[in-house]
């Protein structure tokens, strides 16, 4: 039988419209942020240049789409806050890539903010409006090939890359579950759930890993490393 299902979201309600604020402007940066990294990426690994070259098109295209869902709902994106939001991811991209370190590189774009875009846009597709629902859908489907990308380069490289991606991963991991927790409350106001947004980027990351060469032993230790950033943060201290 059919599920009826009745919308309670207010999209114009200045409670949404403000956790949208930030929501807009993360992903307006996060998609600016993928086209800049592709273009590095795409001086970093000559062989591939056309072919990043076009990612990178198709991330900027990703931003025009998202900043007409925020002008549709009459949202003004806080970009200032989608900066501070990223400053952390960004700087281990730039310091990565200025050493040259591709693997890295990779596993932070293609791997880890694509696997991140992927569970969040994912999550949105349900609770989104009409307008950014058709949009998101077709966003969602080129960032799996963005993952794929970094997927079948790493697992070409994987023997003299995997300790550089059990480094990378030790590194972004904390930075992740700290976003996360940033926009808790901003995804609850928009209808999404950030045990959702956990659920399927682990996941996905963890198949991604697998696809790269990883054992399911190695895939756990990875997941969990990060995860105990985010465990401790919600366990009350014990004083006995
Ligand atoms: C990769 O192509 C783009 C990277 C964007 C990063 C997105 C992070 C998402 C965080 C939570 C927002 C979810 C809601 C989506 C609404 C349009
Ligand atoms: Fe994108
Ligand atoms: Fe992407």
């Given at each position: 039988m059919p599920q009826i299902q009745i919308s309670k979201?207010?999209?114009?309600s200045d409670t949404y419209r403000d956790a949208y604020s930030r929501i807009n402007g993360i992903v307006i940066v996060g998609e600016q942020e993928a086209h800049d990294n592709f273009m590095r990426l795409a001086e970093l690994l000559h062989n591939h240049y056309q072919y990043l070259v076009r990612l990178a098109k198709i991330e900027a295209s990703h931003k025009k789409s998202f900043q007409a869902c925020g002008r549709n709902l009459n949202v003004t994106p806080d970009l200032d806050f989608a900066l501070r939001f990223f400053s952390d991811l960004h700087q281990i991209f730039q310091t990565a890539a200025d050493a040259d370190r591709i693997a890295t590189c990779l596993v932070v774009q293609s791997l880890i903010i694509e696997c991140f875009a992927i569970a969040a846009y994912n999550s949105y597709i349900p609770v989104a409006d009409e307008f950014a629902r058709k949009i998101t859908e077709s966003v969602v489907k080129d960032e799996y090939s963005h993952l794929n990308f970094g997927e079948v380069w790493l697992r070409e490289s994987f023997e003299q890359c995997r300790e550089e991606i059990d480094a990378a991963n030790r590194q972004v991991m904390p930075a992740i579950w700290q976003m996360l927790n940033q926009i808790a409350a901003d995804l609850e106001a928009v209808g999404m759930t950030k045990a959702t947004v956990v659920e399927d980027f682990i996941t996905r990351y963890g198949e991604a890993l697998s696809h790269i060469g990883f054992s399911l032993g190695d895939i756990m230790r990875i997941i969990a490393c990060g995860m105990k950033f985010e465990m401790m943060k919600h366990q009350p201290i014990s004083l006995g």
């Open positions: 979201i207010d999209f114009s």
